[in-house]
């Protein structure tokens, strides 16, 4: 069924540039015969495009999506890398909060872009739910904010595609070694330790001129020091030089006090945490009902608080700025 494809371009990372060509680039997003482009993003190797993007999808079981990061160059503009997404395995995921490998045609991954996507199908009976916005929103403030994580939000709310990675087997295998090496119940442990020391370290296997090394051949010990039948002193119980330590609270206990203040505090501030004020921008195809019930408030309560801003409640203008607590 015929339908329309939302499109948020974020910001691309990893960008391998020409280097003749100045580091201005941009995205070109196009189904079928469909085609959009975002505007330049000059002098840098991580453009943020910030650009809310709609293609129309006549047959979303057979198209694809093209994405393509373009360098502008002076004699031409250039790809740096592409990709194509099937239409067919989105459009029942709702919204999708992932970071694309854009490839060059050789098959090797020049840059990373990242885009918020959200499938609509002409025949719903219902509006765009306002998860999309709100994920293009906090993808934005991600991008603004200068994080490099990949930008998945809240798994209640959003689904990012999947990409499982799988432990190798050289990790597998060296943290096995590790775990055996320091097991002294182990029969391999030795054998594994003794295999993988190191040859700079000597004296016993402590570091050379380390205070723990043991004593060169020939060197007189304080057992072999001590005048016949008196015991040698042990190093441990030498008595130590420098500044005194003050008492330890046992068992890494709190006192009672402290704890008391710390749980005010921590309380204090969940408290105005919740209480925050929430805001929601409005955006096409959004209607106060259908807002308020992505809150999970009262379409009441909400037109309450915005009555100076909704003169009508069955009329939402796109940009308006709604307080939702």
Not at 21 to 32: D, T
Not at 44 to 65: G, H, I, M, N
Not at 257 to 263: E, I, M, R
Request: with cysteine.
């Amino acid at each position: 069924m015929a339908g329309k494809l939302c499109v948020s371009v974020i910001e691309a990372r990893n960008v391998q540039a020409d280097d003749f060509a100045g580091k201005n680039f941009y995205v070109k997003l196009r189904v079928g015969s469909n085609e959009v482009k975002t505007d330049v993003v000059k002098g840098s190797l991580a453009p943020k495009f910030l650009k809310d993007c709609r293609l129309a999808v006549p047959t979303p079981e057979s198209d694809y999506l093209r994405i393509e990061l373009l360098q502008v160059g002076p004699r031409g503009d250039l790809v740096v890398g592409s990709d194509d997404l099937r239409l067919l395995s989105i459009t029942a995921r709702g919204t999708i909060v992932h970071w694309f490998s854009l490839k060059t045609a050789s098959r090797s991954v020049s840059a990373e872009l990242c885009l918020v996507l959200r499938f609509l199908s002409a025949g719903a009976n219902r509006p765009m739910s306002p998860t999309y916005a709100i994920a293009a929103r906090q993808a934005r403030e991600r991008a603004l904010d200068g994080s490099s994580e990949p930008q998945v939000p809240a798994r209640s709310a959003f689904r990012d595609l999947p990409a499982p990675a799988t432990p190798t087997a050289s990790t597998s295998t060296r943290y096995a070694n590790l775990a055996a090496a320091a097991s002294p119940d182990s029969p391999a442990g030795p054998a594994v330790a003794s295999a993988g020391a190191s040859p700079a370290l000597s004296n016993g296997g402590a570091p050379a001129g380390s205070r723990y090394a043991s004593p060169a051949a020939g060197a007189v010990t304080p057992a072999q020091s001590s005048p016949p039948g008196q015991v040698a002193a042990s190093p441990a119980s030498a008595p130590r030089s420098g500044p005194k330590r003050g008492p330890r609270i046992k068992g890494g206990q709190v006192p009672l006090p402290l704890a008391v203040l710390g749980g005010l505090v921590v309380g204090a501030l969940m408290y105005m945490w919740r209480k925050r004020p929430v805001y929601y921008e409005v955006q096409e195809d959004d209607t106060l009902c259908h807002i308020a019930s992505c809150f999970k408030k009262r379409v009441e309560d909400v037109y309450a608080k915005n009555k100076t801003i909704l003169k009508n409640p069955n009329r939402l203008y796109p940009g308006d700025r709604l307080r939702i607590r």
